[in-house]
């Protein structure tokens, strides 16, 4: 069974990443979606928040199972028996820090390599911070990430107004 991690901080998750989950579940048997608890990085959403985020807009997508990370992504590659990491990868400015996580995960796991996912021309743009940058001053990123995204972005920024 060829399985795969997709790791990040999805905080949150957006359409550009259920695109990259949805196509990369059809090249491997399995994909773990797994989020990064990093206590040195302050993210908007909690690790259960954003788990249950992902549950709800992944729901359609069978072979995918959500699960969280702390410290060497290698050792998690290792006790999920993992054979590829998937990145999604948008513009040449996504490039080189993609490189230099790449090199280094190879350098630590050379059996594994980082398959890129390159976006759909329509998500382009779409990142977890200028979604959450353009909803802070009210805009509508309505077509920009799932559902409950959405509804969590209006309920949050809400609380922190009042
Ligand atoms: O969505 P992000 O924030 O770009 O994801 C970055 C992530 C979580 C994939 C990366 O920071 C990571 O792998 N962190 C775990 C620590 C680690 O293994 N670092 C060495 C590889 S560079």
Same mark, same amino acid.
């Given at each position: 069974?060829?399985?795969?991690?997709?790791?990040g901080s999805f905080d949150p998750i957006t359409n550009g990443h259920v695109d990259v989950l949805e196509r990369s579940s059809k090249i491997?048997?399995?994909? $773990?979606?797994a989020v990064? &608890?990093?206590?040195?990085?302050k993210a908007m959403f909690t690790l259960e928040e954003r788990v249950d985020m992902i549950r709800q807009s992944?729901? &359609? $997508?069978p072979n995918v199972e959500i699960d969280c990370f702390s410290?060497?992504?290698a050792n998690y590659l290792i006790e999920k028996q993992a054979c590829a990491i998937i990145r999604g990868l948008r513009t040449v400015t996504d490039f080189e820090y993609e490189? &230099?996580? @790449?090199?280094?995960n190879k350098e630590l796991l050379p059996d594994i390599d980082t398959i890129f996912i390159t976006s759909n021309k329509n998500y382009i743009f779409i990142s977890s911070s200028t979604v959450k940058e353009a909803a802070m001053v009210g805009g509508n990123v309505e077509?920009?990430?799932? $559902?409950?995204?959405?509804? @969590?972005?209006?309920?949050?920024?809400q609380v922190s107004i009042s």
């Open positions: 069974m060829r399985v795969a991690v997709y790791p491997f048997d399995r994909i $773990i979606i990064v &608890h990093n206590v040195t990085k992944s729901a &359609h $997508i410290g060497l992504l490189l &230099h996580m @790449a090199m280094m077509s920009l990430v799932p $559902i409950s995204v959405n509804e @969590a972005l209006k309920q949050k920024y």
